[in-house]
C-alpha cells in the first residue's frame, strides 16, 4: 500500500543572506522563489528574523503577492512578528524559538509550560485566517501542549536526526521522530519536519507515513551552487516522492 504524497517546501533565505553580504539587490529571494516553483516546490519558506540577517520585510511582502504558491513564514513569537504577520497575511506562519547570536535555529520551541504566552499570539494568527505550525522537538510534552493550543500543524525538528554522529544515534533520533508523528497524528493534528535535511538523509524521514511536507533550504541553496536551482529541486522532490511512494505501509 503507497503512502499518501508528501509535499516539499523549499527556503529561500540564503540566497538573501548571499545578498545582504554585499548590500545589492541580487539575488533575488523572489527569483529565487519562482524558479523552486516551477521545478516542483509546493511552497516557499521564508524566515524573518528579528535581528534581519537576511530576509528582509519587503521580501515578505513582494514572497506574499508574487509567488504561485504559497508563503510559510517562519518567525519568533513575539508581538511584533505576529502584528507583521497579520498585515502581511502570508498562508502560514510557523512559530521557531530565535536567539541572535544562533548561526540557525538550534532546536525546537518550548511550547509546553509557555502555553499561557503563545495562546493569544496563535489566537491572533488563526483569527487573520493563518495556518499556524508550532516547530518543535520530537517530544510528547510538546505535541500535547501544541494540541491544547488549538494549533492546527507541527513541524518536527529533525537536526538531532540529521546530525547525529552514529547509526545507533540516528537510529534512535529516528525512532522519537516517528512516535512524535504517531502522536501527533492522534491528536489530529497535520505534522511537518525539517532541519538539516538533504538528498543523504531525507528518504528515512518520508518513510514516516505521517509526515505530510518537508521544509528544506540550506542543503538546496548550497548544491545550487554546482548544479544550479532549478535542477536540484527538481531532483530533491523526485527523491522525497519516490521515497514515500515506494514505501510500504
Known sequence: MT??????????????????ARGTRYPDPLQAAWIAEQAGADSITAHLREDRRHIQDTDI???????????????AATEAMVSIAERTRPWACCLVPERREELTTEGGLEVAGQEKRLRPLIQR???????????????????????????PVVELHTGAYADAPDHATRN?????????????????????????LNTYNVEAICHIPQISELNIGHA?????????????????K?????????HQA
Open 3 to 20: 503512502q499518501q504524497a508528501i509535499y516539499l517546501g523549499v527556503n529561500i533565505d540564503h540566497v538573501a543572506t548571499l545578498r545582504q
Open 61 to 75: 511582502e513582494r514572497l506574499n503577492a508574487q509567488i504561485h504558491t504559497k508563503l510559510n513564514l517562519e518567525m
Open 125 to 151: 494568527l488563526l483569527a487573520a485566517g493563518i495556518e499556524v505550525s508550532l516547530f518543535i522537538d520530537p517530544e510528547h510534552q510538546q505535541i500535547e501542549a501544541a494540541a491544547a493550543l488549538s494549533a
Open 172 to 196: 534512535h533520533e529516528l525512532d522519537r521522530l516517528r512516535n512524535a508523528a504517531a502522536a501527533g497524528q492522534k491528536y489530529g493534528l497535520k505534522v511537518n519536519a525539517g532541519h538539516g
Open 220 to 236: 538546496i541553496i548550497a548544491q545550487a551552487v554546482f548544479s544550479g536551482l532549478a535542477a536540484t529541486v527538481h531532483q530533491l
Open 238 to 246: 523526485q527523491q522525497i516522492r519516490h521515497a514515500r511512494a515506494n
